[in-house]
């Protein structure tokens, strides 16, 4: 069974702190995804990476940074939390193909910055 | 950039009724993409359709892609409980392997 995994169900961390945000897939996709999702906006895209150290800004990348050191691993960091960060974040993979495929989430981390 | 409209946000339905959610892109898709999302959940994906005009079920679940492939529908016959949850579309143009996601239409299904 396909599976992409985050670190954390739940974070509660303070205002100011540096957050780590891991995402684990173990089906050696080439691109990862973090997403953001608020109430009423969808998911909008933070940062996506297509290969190991490779990453892209996607439509919301202020506040944020990823790191892709090996290929099954996405990192989301926030480099000083605030509260407008509190947040459900979602990490997805997907395989490369000649269009795009269908992508695979993992569970999701409910972060408040408090 | 490319934008993906969805209507409704909300719907709520009496089982057994139908039940049908609109996705609109202001550019012209090469693919677009359902998701399910369920309570407490993560998105799951439904489908994906490609060609211009294309209709594929799934036993209740009906997916069209318009004739311009700027807009798309999820059409559910006959609603159960098990069908909540929030269905997003996504769309990709040009040459991206990036969808768009819509915002999503809640289905809320009272028995």
């Known amino acids: 069974d396909v599976k992409v995994t985050q670190s954390s169900r739940y974070l509660v961390k303070r205002t100011g702190e540096k957050v780590f945000l891991e995402c684990v897939q173990d089906?050696?996709?080439?691109?990862m995804f973090w997403y953001r999702q608020d109430p009423g906006l969808g998911l909008r895209l933070i940062y996506f990476s297509y290969d190991v150290k490779m990453k892209e800004k996607g439509d919301i990348p202020e506040g944020y940074s990823v790191s892709r050191e090996k290929k099954e691993r996405f990192s989301l960091i926030l480099e000083s939390a605030s509260t407008n960060q509190t947040s459900m974040y979602l990490c997805?993979?997907?395989?490369?193909?000649?269009?795009?495929?269908?992508?695979?989430f993992g569970q999701g981390t409910r972060l408040t910055v408090v | 950039g490319q934008q993906v409209m969805q209507i409704p946000q909300y719907q709520h339905v009496q089982e057994g009724e139908d039940f049908t959610t609109y996705c609109n892109s202001s550019?012209?898709?090469?693919?677009i993409q359902w998701y399910k999302q369920r309570p407490g959940g993560h998105p799951v994906f439904l489908i994906q359709?490609?060609?211009?005009?294309e209709v594929k079920k799934q036993k209740r679940l009906t997916f069209q892609f318009g004739e311009a492939k700027k807009n798309s529908s999820l059409h559910i016959t006959a609603t159960q409980t098990t069908d909540v949850g929030t269905y997003f579309c996504a769309g990709t143009s040009g040459g991206s392997y990036i969808p768009t996601f819509g915002r999503g239409t809640s289905l809320i299904v009272h028995p």
């Open positions: 997805a993979s997907s395989m490369v193909r000649s269009g795009p495929t269908e992508a695979f």
């Open positions: 359709l490609v060609k211009s005009g």
């Open positions: 550019t012209t898709l090469s693919n």
């Open positions: 089906m050696d996709h080439e691109n």
